[in-house]
Every structure is written in structure tokens, then in C-alpha cells.
């Protein structure tokens, strides 16, 4: 299952039935789990765990230093959850002191080729990164996000749940959950319809998705306004006090 011709440190903690490439090169602080499989040319390196059954392409660059001038080698993290695809050319950077020291990304995501996440970064389960899909430092992906292809996300901004950004978006604010945005800057277009049906949301929580987006961005009022009202509207949608708490936690202000 390990190619002769990959360069493994012997501190390193590979599980029983991982398959790792010819010239892959895996450094001493690396855990990875069972069932992985790691094509040719990866490299790997830092304090970087690896959960189960993912799968990493050729020439992926996994667990390096920050591309932080601040940093200056301080012991720092990445963890990477179970069942992963990590194609291509993919880059993900190891965190800093300047936030948790942990780089996360959870299970179950597609980081297509050129992908990359940044230091810091915390990308929850079942995202979807399209090729060349860029997170600055700090950002927040939650759970189903999608980013499509050549979408740049700004540093410290968060992507809001069951978010849909299309390709080439520039996203310097956040998204809130269920929104569909796109454009340079990114604008918003109503909300992601069509993924949440195929996810399971009732029809009723769609309605009252499209409501509440109504209020934020047709109504022309301000956020005060808007917070108050759709908190109202939550009361009766488990859905709609999520965009409520999203709104009200946001440190970038919300994409309008």
C-alpha cells in the first residue's frame, strides 16, 4: 500500500491500510487515518492529523507553514476530519498564534484542484470548493457552503450555511446562511432553492427562507430593523433563527 519511492519520517503515524504514492513525502508530526488514500508527489508536513478514508490527489500541498509574515515558527495545527477529496495542486496552511493555532476542515468536502485554505481557516461538512476557490486567512466556512469555481473570500469573513457563491465571486463581507450571491463584488440573488430541496427542507422552510430574505434585502431597512423583524419571523422557523443568529453575530457586516 506505501509506494518504495515515497519519503516517509519514521516519527510519522501512518494507520494500517493507508495507501501513499511514489514520491509523496510525508514529515515526522503527520497522523494519518486508516483507509486514506495519497496519490503521487503530495506533500505533507507540520502537525497535521488526517482522519479516515480520504482521498488525496497528486502535487497537493498539505500542512505548511502560514502564508503569514508574522509567523515565525511557532508550533501550529491543521486537522483534516474523514472522507475528504482533496484534488489537484490543493493548498491547506497550518494555523497561527494569532488565532486558535488551528487550521480545521471537517468531513465529507470536495476541494477541487487549486483549491485553497489559508491559515486559520475553520471549513465545516459537506462544503464544495471549485477549482481554484480561495479562503484568506481566518475565514468560516459552514456546513453545505459551496464556492464556485475562481471564488476569493477575503480574510475573517464567514459563508453562512447551505450558501450557494458563484464562480469568480469576491466575497469581502459575510454570506448569511441559504443565500446565493455572486459578482465582484459579491451581490446577493435570492437564496439557494434548488440545493436546499435537494437536501430535504420542506417546502414551508423554504417559504419561510424567501420571507426573511425579503426582509433583508427588499424591504429597505435598516439592520436594526431587519434583525428585529426577522427574529420575529424565527419564532416560528427553527431555519429563519439561524439567519437571525448569523446576522447578529456578524463582525464584517453582511453582504447587501
Request: overall charge negative; proline content about 4%.
Amino acid at each position: 500500500m506505501i509506494d518504495p519511492k515515497a519519503v516517509i519520517d519514521s516519527q510519522a503515524e501512518i494507520d494500517e491500510g493507508v495507501s501513499i504514492g511514489p514520491f509523496s513525502v510525508i514529515g515526522p508530526n503527520v497522523r494519518i487515518g486508516r483507509g486514506t488514500d495519497i496519490r503521487s508527489h503530495v506533500v505533507i508536513n507540520g502537525h497535521t492529523t488526517i482522519g479516515v478514508d480520504n482521498k488525496i490527489f497528486q502535487f497537493a500541498s498539505i500542512g505548511e507553514d502560514p502564508q503569514d509574515m508574522k509567523y515565525a515558527g511557532e508550533e501550529t495545527f491543521l486537522e483534516i476530519g474523514d472522507r475528504n477529496t482533496i484534488r489537484e495542486f490543493t493548498t491547506i496552511n497550518r494555523g497561527t498564534t494569532q488565532d486558535t493555532r488551528v487550521t480545521r476542515l471537517g468531513s465529507d468536502n470536495l476541494l477541487m484542484a487549486y483549491a485553497h485554505m489559508a491559515h486559520d481557516c475553520q471549513v465545516g461538512n459537506h462544503t464544495i470548493l471549485a477549482n481554484a476557490a480561495s479562503l484568506a486567512g481566518h475565514v468560516h466556512v459552514d456546513d453545505w457552503a459551496i464556492l464556485g469555481g475562481f471564488c476569493c473570500v477575503h480574510q475573517f469573513c464567514h459563508i453562512g450555511a447551505h450558501s450557494f457563491n458563484g464562480l469568480g465571486s469576491t466575497i469581502k463581507r459575510d454570506v448569511p446562511p441559504y443565500v446565493l450571491t455572486d459578482g465582484n463584488p459579491a451581490k446577493p440573488y435570492g437564496i439557494n432553492s434548488e440545493g436546499l430541496r435537494r437536501r430535504g427542507f420542506s417546502e414551508e422552510s423554504i417559504r419561510q427562507i424567501k420571507a426573511a430574505y425579503k426582509i433583508i434585502y427588499k424591504k429597505k431597512m435598516k439592520l436594526d430593523d431587519v434583525i428585529a423583524a426577522i427574529q420575529e419571523l424565527a419564532q416560528s422557523s427553527p431555519e429563519v433563527g439561524i439567519m437571525a443568529e448569523f446576522i447578529v453575530s456578524s463582525e464584517r457586516s453582511i453582504v447587501r
